[in-house]
């Protein structure tokens, strides 16, 4: 079955560490985004890919960084930068075209202590 | 940026009534699609219904439909004959044709009473 596969579903980090989470997406989609959930906060964008070897940086960017060398995979670096990196992380793919929907994985819950 | 507003962070319903979730947004677009997610506990985001801004006819996915009133940039959610299965957060989310990200409103929890 196609779908996107987020792991793991929870993660476990020591202040200071950096620490990358997976995202791979077996639906052939061109556009892959990642999104930080916290309560009361919606979704927000941290970056977003439309093609390989490019990605643009959403609202939240800053302690984060991605990488696109595979349409599909496009794996979220969290830095020591990151302030506040404990929450839940979502990722999502689509088609290139603008009415097509988001399909999202799983998520992952970082907590970092 | 553009933003998207949900005003009402919890609702609920009585099982078998009808609710409208509400979601405004801010562009200077003309060309934009509008989406509806749902999150339930297991946290999985589903698409409930979708709009094209250049369509004025109001989308219908069976029990769910929209009222999509452009002049004043605003994108409700109507569910009609309410299901204990429609508990969720539901987010609005707006997505624009100069750039491929979508964004988000804070969400709505419903809660639906048996």
């Known amino acids: 079955d196609g779908g996107i596969t987020q792991s793991p579903k929870y993660l476990f980090r020591k202040e200071g560490q950096n620490v990358t989470l997976s995202c791979e997406q077996n639906?052939?989609?061109?556009?892959m985004y990642w999104y930080r959930q916290d309560p009361g906060q919606g979704l927000r964008l941290i970056y977003y890919?439309?093609?390989?070897?490019?990605?643009q940086k959403g609202d939240i960017a800053e302690g984060y960084s991605v990488s696109r060398e595979k349409k599909e995979s496009f794996p979220l670096t969290v830095t020591s930068a990151q302030k506040n990196p404990t929450a839940f992380y979502l990722c999502?793919?689509?088609?290139?075209?603008?009415?097509?929907?988001?399909?999202f994985g799983n998520g992952t819950r970082l907590t970092v202590t | 940026a553009q933003t998207v507003t949900q005003s009402q962070p919890e609702m609920s319903v009585q099982e078998a009534e009808t609710v409208t979730l509400s979601c405004t947004y801010d562009?200077?677009?003309?060309?934009?699609?509008l989406f509806w997610y749902k999150q339930p506990p297991s946290r999985q985001m589903i698409l409930v219904i979708r709009?094209?801004?250049?369509?004025?006819q109001n989308a219908t996915e069976n029990r769910f439909s929209v009222n999509f009133q452009k002049a004043a940039k605003s994108f409700s959610l109507k569910i009609s004959d309410s299901q204990l299965g429609d508990a969720a957060m539901y987010f609005c989310?707006?997505?624009?044709?100069?750039?491929?990200?979508?964004?988000f409103g804070a969400g709505t929890r419903l809660t639906v009473k048996p």
């Open positions: 999502a793919s689509s088609w290139g075209q603008l009415n097509s929907p988001l399909h």
């Open positions: 639906l052939n989609h061109d556009a």
């Open positions: 890919s439309q093609i390989v070897n490019d990605f």
């Open positions: 562009t200077s677009e003309s060309d934009y699609y």
């Open positions: 709009q094209e801004a250049y369509k004025q």
């Open positions: 989310a707006y997505r624009n044709y100069n750039n491929n990200d979508m964004r």
